[in-house]
């Protein structure tokens, strides 16, 4: 399994960027798909994840501000970032999970991509 996470950067508080996650080696269509993302010092956490038929989740922090999306063809996963603050900050991974009622993750975290909000 191979999850290949790129779209981070530098970027200014109130900016943008879109990440883009390109999955392969499980059957893309039938697993939830999930951003995660480990600021320096802070454990993982889940922002936001999209289920089978495309509904979605959100943590609190990034509600009204990131939105995930995926395309089944492509096997592909992507998270748009709106607003960015400071706090944003982290590198970010993607990861799959089984369609059951809460996200879990599999082992394969892949390298993640690092975002940087300058205040």
């Known amino acids: 399994v191979q999850l290949q996470a790129s779209g981070g950067g530098l970027v200014q508080a109130g900016g943008s960027l879109r990440l883009s996650c390109v999955v392969s080696g499980i059957i893309f269509r039938n697993n939830k798909m999930g951003w995660y993302r480990q600021a320096p010092g802070k454990q993982r956490e889940l922002v936001a994840s999209?289920?089978?038929?495309?509904?979605?989740m959100y943590a609190d922090s990034v509600k009204g501000r990131f939105t995930i999306s995926r395309d089944n063809r492509k096997n592909t996963v992507a998270l748009q970032m709106n607003n960015l603050k400071p706090e944003d900050t982290a590198v970010y991974y993607c990861?799959?999970?089984?369609?059951?009622?809460?996200?879990?993750?599999?082992?394969?975290w892949g390298q993640g991509t690092l975002v940087t909000v300058s205040s």
């Open positions: 999209i289920h089978l038929a495309g509904s979605s």
């Open positions: 990861n799959y999970s089984p369609p059951s009622s809460t996200f879990q993750p599999s082992a394969n």
